[in-house]
Every structure is written in structure tokens, then in C-alpha cells.
């Protein structure tokens, strides 16, 4: 099993600054298949990036995904009030399917 | 594409529960599928999967209690949760793969969630 170590547990940014999240595996990920979510309270985990870096339909360009083998990192150029959240990587690679523990993102 | 999972509730320790997620808005058939469960507070754990061939996977930490299963006719996605714990208190997703030829996919959309909660 592939585990997913996210970094930091809590980012604490003000809107307009640069977020810089980490996803580290215990593995090199097959073919570069880890995924970005976002999650706010109440609501179901919406996908940002796929590929590691290919954004999804609708997703704002100042989220950005890199990262290949075993370290992955999303990046938000600068933070809108709506990107405050808790964002989860996902290898999908090889099964079982791993989340990461997440980063939560909050207003400083 | 929308998925909409219902069946959940309050159930006592070792007691069943069957979970339902409704399709729409695509070919149900020709898409794998997931559940994927949170626990209040906490990450996201994948709990099962099925193919369009109706083979099944499962993490150890389910095996042998829940069961998946799909029914295409009904554009319907199933999870019976047998011998339940206090530690399967969860809100369960159901996802679809996001693409549907062969090969491994990252997971969209996903539905809303329905609460299970074990206790006594």
C-alpha cells in the first residue's frame, strides 16, 4: 500500500498569498496518478488536479500541480477568501487507493 | 454526470446496513466505482470498488464485512456493511472513476454523502 504524507497538517495564509502544499509517497506512484481535491465543511471533495498536474474542468488557473516519482506539490498563486479549505492528494495508481491526511488551509 | 447515495442512519454495533447511490446523467455500466467513507473530523478512506466487469476490491479494513455490488439495469451502486463497528461511523461517498476506458482513474463526481452511525 502506498502511503501519502501530506505537509503541513494546517497552513495559515491571508488572502492574496502564495499556498504551497505537499504530498509525499512511501513509493514512486505509477505514471504520475495523483489526484488534488478540495474540501469545505458539509460538502463532498471536489477534484482540482489530475495527472499531477492537469487542472480540471473549471478550476481556476492560479491552482497549479507538479511533482512526479514520489513528491507532489499543489500550489495556489494567491489565495481567494473561497480557497480556504482542506485540500487531500490521491494516488490512484495501484490499489488499494490512498488519500493523503490533508492540509487545511485557513485565513491568518 | 450526478450521483445521489441514500441508506443511512443509526445502526447498533453488529448490526447491517445497505447503502444506495444513484446514477445519472451518464453510462452508468461503463464506468468503475467507488465508495469512499470520512469519519467526523478526519480524512477520506477508500472502502471498496467494482469494475464494469463486477470485480471487487476492498481495503483490509473491510474485507469480508461490506460488500459492493451494481446493479446497470438500475444505474444503481450498492454497499451492504455487515458485523458494523463503532469505527465505521462515517459519512460514505459514492465516486466514479473519471474516465471510462481500461486503466486506473482519479475520482468524479462525487455525490454527497449519507451519515452512518454505529452506536448503541
Known amino acids: 500500500e502506498i502511503v501519502l504524507t501530506q505537509s503541513p497538517g494546517t497552513l495559515s495564509l491571508s488572502p492574496g498569498e502564495r499556498a504551497t502544499l505537499s504530498c509525499r509517497a512511501s513509493q514512486s506512484v505509477s505514471r504520475s496518478s495523483l489526484a488534488w481535491y478540495q474540501q469545505k465543511p458539509g460538502q463532498a471533495p471536489r477534484l482540482l488536479i489530475y495527472g499531477a498536474s492537469s487542472r480540471a474542468t473549471g478550476i481556476p488557473d492560479r491552482f497549479s500541480g507538479s511533482g512526479s516519482g514520489t513528491d507532489f506539490t499543489l500550489t495556489i498563486s494567491r489565495l481567494e477568501p473561497e480557497d480556504f479549505a482542506v485540500y487531500y492528494c490521491?494516488?490512484?495508481?495501484?490499489?488499494?487507493?490512498?488519500f493523503g491526511q490533508g492540509t487545511k488551509v485557513e485565513i491568518k | 454526470a450526478q450521483l445521489v447515495e441514500s441508506g443511512g442512519g443509526l445502526v447498533q454495533p453488529g448490526g447491517s446496513l445497505r447503502l444506495s447511490c444513484a446514477a445519472s446523467g451518464f453510462t452508468f455500466s461503463s464506468y468503475d466505482m467507488h465508495w469512499v467513507r470520512q469519519a467526523t473530523g478526519k480524512g477520506l478512506e477508500w472502502v471498496s470498488g467494482?469494475?464494469?466487469?463486477?470485480?471487487?476490491y476492498y481495503p483490509g479494513s473491510v474485507k469480508g464485512r461490506f460488500t459492493i455490488s451494481r446493479e446497470n439495469a438500475k444505474n444503481s451502486l450498492y454497499l451492504q456493511m455487515n458485523s458494523l463497528r463503532a469505527e465505521d461511523t462515517a459519512v460514505y461517498y459514492c465516486a466514479r472513476e473519471a474516465i471510462a476506458v481500461g486503466g486506473t482513474y482519479w475520482f468524479d463526481p462525487w455525490g454527497q454523502g449519507t451519515l452512518v452511525t454505529v452506536s448503541s
Open positions: 467494482i469494475d464494469t466487469a463486477g470485480h471487487t
Open positions: 490521491q494516488q490512484y495508481g495501484s490499489s488499494p487507493r490512498t
